[in-house]
DNA sequence: CTTAATACGAGACACCATGTCCAGTAAAGT
DNA sequence: ACTTTACTGGACATGGTGTCTCGTATTAAG
């Protein structure tokens, strides 16, 4: 859904704030699944055709919505405290993870029968958040925090997939805590794991 | 949806057995989403009203058919060696993601908005399976594999997490050697985090 | 064997979201 | 002024929803 030509009446930054905020607060209220197009449109005073002009479906809406919303919260500074910056990029996560919560697992579900989408999905909000954490535990790795034997790549997925686990599955709360406690957990298992 | 009376014609499990091998069917074709209690009905040759008096909602109707379906599998004999048995559920429950992946996703992500069904999926299908890898855990530490003060409750999560994060996200092949990967990182971490 | 109670398949129904199309209007460049 | 594109609003056929009703089937009780 691309636009290049210069000509004409340009795309209203508005109408597209509009429809991103309207689909944040619809997901809120009623959850993923009962999100339509139609409710969007209504609840952002935009025209439906305004819409699919845009966006080809739902999903891609709540995508571009989650990844504007992440961007700033989710991200922090890098300082050279490599450890300092893990926790504050999980706790920024947990933080998220209400809204989030809900869009990315939606988004997750409706991936799993659409390659095409599952691959957007994969490389505008998984594989980035992948590698801030990834490369956050590199640069703990040359200070000599986390041992140099350890396999990163797995680590990456158990950090990411421990948070998922408690945020989807919910037989814990979901706080700073928490990610305070999974991070110190992960390191203390690296440190000592140096193989 | 409970039915005590002895009286009348009883239910009938071959319409039972039709609905839920045709949701399952159809959620392998078209995805979670795309699957519909009329299109279950249709391919299960069953009536429309026979699947509402049992059921609320297809997330009822998959819940149950993948409860059904993992119970078998996914839950090994135990043995007397806790490593080759949480090996095991891993592979069992790595060889039933292609079916049970996109179902329990698509149930989490259903959840969200809906308490009392995240409690029924919780308390039916994640919690055992927790249940499954923390025992399998605590039989390990009695035996010694696993230090006596690692967190049981963290490393379940981690575990599940890990092997979720995978299923879900899919930036790797899921298969066997996955399993074991994952298996043998924990127990490795594990060994020597007995703090 | 009759009767009461319940389950079954099939279909009708009003409701609502979908995705497309069209009309009229708005905002930009030439 | 004229062209081009975006905007809101509404019409439209299509298909799923959840409820209801029909006639029939299957059980236990009398």
Same sequence: chains 1, 2.
Avoid: C
Avoid at 55 to 79: F, G, H, M, Y
Avoid at 127 to 139: D, G, Q
């Amino acid at each position: 859904m691309e636009q290049t030509s210069a000509l004409g009446r340009p795309r209203s930054e508005p109408a597209r704030r509009a429809v991103l905020d309207a689909a944040l607060r619809l997901v809120r209220r009623d959850g993923y699944q009962a999100v339509t197009i139609k409710g969007i449109a209504e609840e952002a005073g935009v025209g439906r055709q305004t819409i699919y002009r845009w966006w080809n479906s739902k999903r891609e809406v709540l995508l571009e919505a989650i990844i504007d919303l992440a961007r700033p919260i989710a991200q922090p500074e890098p300082t050279d405290d490599p450890v300092h910056d893990l926790r504050q990029i999980l706790r920024g996560s947990f933080r998220l993870s209400p809204v989030a919560g809900p869009i990315i697992s939606g988004l997750m579900a409706d991936a799993t029968n659409d390659p095409e989408f599952l691959a957007q999905l994969q490389s505008e909000l998984l594989a980035r958040r992948r590698a801030l954490i990834r490369e956050t535990l590199e640069r703990a790795q040359r200070a000599g925090t986390v041992g140099e034997g350890a396999e990163l790549n797995l680590v990456t997925d158990m950090i990411w997939g421990t948070m998922w686990y408690r945020v989807l599955s919910r037989h814990a709360p979901v706080n700073e805590a928490l990610a305070d406690e999974v991070t110190d957990a992960v390191l203390r298992l690296l440190g000592s794991a140096g193989k």
